[in-house]
């Protein structure tokens, strides 16, 4: 199956445009931005306060809440909570915190039956490839592919792609396993300190279908989803949707507040480097972020490129910067691959300064020597010449002497990458400084 | 001794704060939206998300279960309904069922949600069958609409219920191609009973 390479600028356009359809609808954002923004930075500044009070809350509720300090101790209780259950199929409805976490193959490996049932997530399960986006995860995919796949895994019609055609054929399909599943596994939007309960925003219904139907309730948490109170979360539930697609809420917003009589809630908060992001002072915003997604769909690089080209579970101007506290070897790259255009900083609904943290850990990547030998040897030398105005002035007049002399073949060849797919520009006869000096020698006569 | 799991993380998270105090922000200024309707503004956002409205002004005599099932079967003559206005949904099979009417509490006109509580809903242990429906009818009282969330949220404090949900129009995904598609996993219709 060839993937979708993804030029993902039309869908995310219209993603974009949503977002501005749905913003402008209430209270002038930038008031509700700064409240969000406040609300989150208070909360990161007390969140050990505000976790414990959480757990108390949901402990009385009769939830039982658990601590991860990283992935594979999340992975772990999960499969502690299932085995200990008997339960052999889990239902499980979106959550980035699990594709972090790994959690699908771990289970899977440990002989659990692992059905995603967002559809967007059923898809790529059924193709087995990451998501490529933190809200549409197939939004790489054209309706034809989806097609092929359904006809070829669920037995649907050849040659019909009419989307709803498809969902229907995947609510059939995902229905059973709802009934027959022994646990249901979700994420958590917010999680409010004041009543111990846990938000869930959705749209499809197999969030709170995997939630509330089978007998077991397991709930995922990164530590920064905690708000104090239900005032401070109506400001978010606001917020979310209208950020994340334009609309004013999410078909489901629930509130899950401790089990139901014969049944189980159980709460895992997980750490897995956030706290190490909190003591960071130029990153600890990032932990403000609420997974909307609208840094990713207004990102001129994000659009061209997709979400699989980033090699990290979160894609985008938010995960180019989680992505290198998480393995900075393996992606030290993707805070190059950024304009530095500030949309992202501009459209993000808690005001994280996600542009210049990415800009700032261009910085900590050279700092800490990972920039490539070839780069740093480049960049050093360019630091010598613009050092020193004279060599960047001779150097310049030289090069303008000289460089539309050299043979074409010279530089334009297999030898030189920067020539793939670009043409080396002409050089201008005189300097920007040339020229200036020359109009007001020119006016002064 | 080997540190739990939750020492580890608060006191690293005590160790990344140490010294920083950051004060909740001012909320005054914050402009809450004042609708001149609120009910209809409620129901346009209800309509504006796929879901339809209805208003059942109570015919004299008639008492309010009656003229509800009566005004449920015109609409959907012929169809198996579980009927859990007045009794809680555990008195039925938590299995799919093509329509099911439930009391909402109160109405937020932002964004045209419903507030359904467990509290209506008995002890909650049936709740998925708001979502196992295919056709989902919330009753609720005219007058009881708020405005925006921030209302909706001081209003359900006092909840003591297991669960609750701001239930908005029907299901839908976008997922594929970015179609809309009303009636994914849960309820393919959703209509608002005003009375």
């Known amino acids: 199956m060839t993937p979708y390479v993804g030029d993902l600028d039309a869908p995310a356009t219209l993603q974009r445009l949503l977002r501005v359809d749905g913003v402008f609808h209430f209270a002038p954002p930038p008031m509700l931005r700064e409240l969000a923004a406040g609300i989150k930075a208070h909360t990161l500044g007390h969140l050990d306060h505000y976790l414990e009070e959480f757990e108390r809350a949901a402990t009385a509720n009769g939830a039982i809440v658990h601590w991860a300090s990283d992935a594979k101790r999340h992975n772990e209780l999960v499969l502690e909570i299932l085995r200990s259950r008997g339960v052999t199929k889990l239902v499980k409805s979106k959550s980035m915190l699990t594709e972090e976490c790994g959690l699908n193959p771990y289970l899977e490996l440990n002989g659990i039956e692992v059905i995603d049932t967002d559809l967007g997530e059923r898809i790529i399960q059924l193709r087995q490839e990451p998501p490529s986006h933190i809200v549409l995860p197939a939004i790489h995919l054209k309706r034809g592919d989806v097609g092929d796949l359904f006809r070829e895994q669920l037995g649907t019609e050849a040659g019909n792609d009419d989307p709803t055609y498809l969902t229907n054929q995947a609510r059939r399909h995902l229905r059973n396993h709802f009934l027959t599943a022994g646990a249901g596994l979700s994420g ?173 850990w261009r910085q900590d990547l050279v700092a800490s020597g990972r920039l490539p030998i070839f780069k740093r040897l480049i960049m050093w030398k360019l630091g010598e010449i613009m050092n020193h105005r004279w060599l960047y002035d001779t150097g310049g007049w030289l090069l303008r002497k000289t460089a539309n002399r050299i043979p074409r073949s010279l530089i334009t060849n297999r030898l030189n990458p920067w020539t793939r797919g670009r043409e080396m520009p002409r050089f201008p006869a005189h300097s920007f400084k040339e020229l200036a000096k020359k109009r007001k020698h020119d006016e002064n006569e | 001794m080997k540190m739990s799991d939750r020492d580890k993380i608060l006191s690293a998270i005590r160790q990344a704060n140490q010294g920083l105090e950051i004060d909740r922000p001012a909320s005054e200024g914050v402009e809450i939206l004042a609708f001149k309707e609120p009910l209809a503004q409620a129901c346009r956002m209800v309509e504006a998300v796929g879901g339809e409205v209805v208003r059942f002004d109570r015919p004299t005599g008639f008492d309010m279960e009656t003229g509800l099932r009566e005004l449920v079967e015109q609409m959907r003559p012929g169809c198996e309904v579980f009927f859990a206005i007045n009794r809680g949904m555990d008195d039925f099979e938590r299995r799919p069922v093509e329509v099911l009417v439930v009391a909402g509490s109160f109405l937020v006109a932002e964004n045209g949600a419903v507030w359904v509580n467990s509290g209506q809903t008995g002890s909650a242990s049936n709740r998925s069958l708001l979502f196992l429906a295919e056709h989902l009818m919330l009753v609720v009282g005219s007058a009881n609409v708020v405005g925006t969330m921030h209302e909706a949220c001081k209003r359900i404090r006092g909840d003591q219920s297991a669960y609750g949900t701001f239930i908005s129009g029907p299901s839908k995904t976008a997922d594929i191609e970015q179609a809309l598609v009303i009636g994914a996993q849960g309820p393919r219709r959703m209509t608002l009973i005003l009375t």
């Open chain 1, 188 to 360: 958590v939007n917010f999680a409010v300190a004041e009543t111990g309960g846990i938000i869930l925003c959705t749209n499809e219904g197999n969030g709170d279908l995997g939630a509330t139907y089978p007998p077991v309730h397991i709930a995922c948490m990164g530590i920064e989803k905690v708000l104090p109170t239900l005032d401070d979360l109506a400001v978010f539930l606001r917020m979310l949707a209208r950020s994340a697609t334009g609309q004013p809420a999410t078909a489901y917003t629930s509130h899950f507040r401790g089990p139901v009589p014969g049944s189980e809630l159980h709460i895992i908060i997980v750490d897995n480097g956030r706290t190490e992001i909190l003591s960071k002072p130029a990153y600890r915003s990032s932990l403000q972020c609420i997974r909307c997604g609208a840094c990713l769909n207004t990102c001129p690089v994000y659009r061209r490129s997709g979400g699989h080209s980033y090699g990290y579970p979160i894609p985008g101007p938010i995960g180019s910067i989680l992505a290198p506290h998480r393995d900075d070897r393996r992606h030290k790259s993707l805070p190059y691959a950024s304009t530095l255009c500030g949309s992202c900083s501009n459209v993000c609904p808690v005001k994280v300064n996600l542009h210049e943290q990415i800009l700032h």
